[in-house]
């Protein structure tokens, strides 16, 4: 059973630089693509990018100035940095696995079936 | 960007209820469209992907459908666990983009 474990500070200030982390346990980065959404307090879902083992990345073009996806495959471990950020950016932040496989021989099926438990990021001035 | 509007936003509803949820992509997604569950303080729940297809353990209850820009998610009869907010998710191209939720409450 494939678990996702967050870590990263909590609490930063505005324009500080945003770390996180998200270990995949009993299982393998390989053959998939790892993202990063994230929730404000309240509000919905927003997809901030996604990385592959290989390192191919994607990313949202709202975020895309500020934020890095990165994988360390030696430790099975995918990381989100974020610049310079304001209250806006006050969220939970979830990690998740992106399974794609062909369910019949000319359809794709692609979903999220693996989630971290999400990490509380809160900035403040 | 494809926007998603899930409609309706709100959801009063009792056990047992039949309840239906419709998301609408503003332009076409094929069946990359994706329903999940959120409960608070919780990560989303996959219950739904390629419009129709249950998650293994989901239960029978839950049904999707559509193809193209229009979807639904319908609970056949609802249940106390049920209450909870519900997002459509597309992932037919990039950005992915949720719809904006459906909160479920008695």
């Known amino acids: 059973q494939v678990q996702l474990q967050q870590w990263g500070a909590g609490l930063l200030k505005t324009s500080e630089t945003l770390s996180l982390t998200c270990a995949v346990d009993g299982g393998s980065l390989s053959g998939y693509y790892w993202n990063w959404i994230r929730q404000p307090p309240g509000k919905g879902l927003e997809w901030i990018g996604e990385i592959s083992h290989r390192g191919s990345t994607n990313y949202n073009p709202s975020l895309e100035s500020r934020v890095s996806i990165s994988v360390d495959n030696s430790k099975n471990q995918l990381a989100l940095r974020m610049t310079y950020v304001s209250a806006a950016d006050t969220a939970v932040y979830y990690c998740?696995?992106?399974?794609?496989?062909?369910?019949?021989?000319?359809?794709?099926?692609?979903?999220?079936?693996?989630w971290g438990k999400g990490t509380t990021v809160t900035v403040s001035s | 960007d494809i926007q998603l509007t899930q409609s309706p936003s709100f959801l009063s509803a009792s056990v047992g209820d039949r309840v239906t949820i419709t998301c609408r992509a503003s332009q076409g997604i094929s069946n990359f469209l994706v329903w999940y569950q959120q409960k608070p303080g919780k990560a989303p729940n996959l219950l739904i992907y390629a419009a129709s297809t249950l998650q293994s353990g989901v239960p029978s209850r839950f049904s999707g459908s559509g193809s193209g820009t229009e979807f639904t998610l319908t609970i056949s009869s609802l249940q106390p666990e049920d209450f909870a907010t519900y997002y459509c998710?597309?992932?037919?191209?990039?950005?992915?983009?949720f719809g904006g939720g459906t909160q479920v409450e008695v």
């Open positions: 998740a696995r992106l399974y794609t496989y062909y369910c019949t021989a000319t359809r794709q099926c692609i979903y999220m079936d693996v």
């Open positions: 998710q597309q992932l037919n191209s990039y950005p992915r983009t």
